[in-house]
């Protein structure tokens, strides 16, 4: 059975930037192409996808609150997704999931990330705290 950890969430004032890591384990197999995406859910809001990247071509695909400050990548070889968070504000306060769903196409990745609610079919982590302070 597929795991997914988060880790680097923290504390950081506003300006700062974070990275966080989720470590894949248990299913590493290539039987289906995936989408890798990090949500992120605030306090009293609807969990929100804010980022994701398709697995067999590497495009990435980003929400409109994080575009040009934010960061997916992944590393195959360590089975790891990151996401680079720069210049990140207060309202960036949040506990972040990482997750993983099936996606056969490039739009459909998308979709997933993007358009499918708060919790789009898939795998998924515990989550990490992130907080921004002014």
């Known amino acids: 059975q597929v795991q997914l950890v988060e880790s680097g969430g923290g504390s950081v004032q506003a300006g700062g930037s974070l990275t966080l890591s989720c470590a894949i384990s248990?299913?590493?197999?290539?039987?289906?192409?995936?989408?890798m995406g990090w949500f992120r859910q605030a306090p009293g809001k609807e969990r929100e996808g804010i980022a994701s990247i398709y697995t067999p071509n590497g495009d990435t695909f980003y929400g409109d609150s994080v575009k040009g400050r934010f960061t997916v990548s992944r590393d195959t070889a360590k089975n790891t997704l990151y996401l680079q968070m720069n210049s990140l504000k207060p309202e960036d306060t949040a506990m972040y999931y990482c997750a993983r769903g099936r996606a056969s196409t490039v739009p459909s990745c998308f979709t997933w990330t993007l358009l499918s609610g708060p919790r789009p079919d898939g795998d998924w982590g515990q989550g990490t705290q992130v907080t921004v302070s002014s």
């Open positions: 248990g299913d590493t197999t290539n039987t289906y192409s995936y989408c």
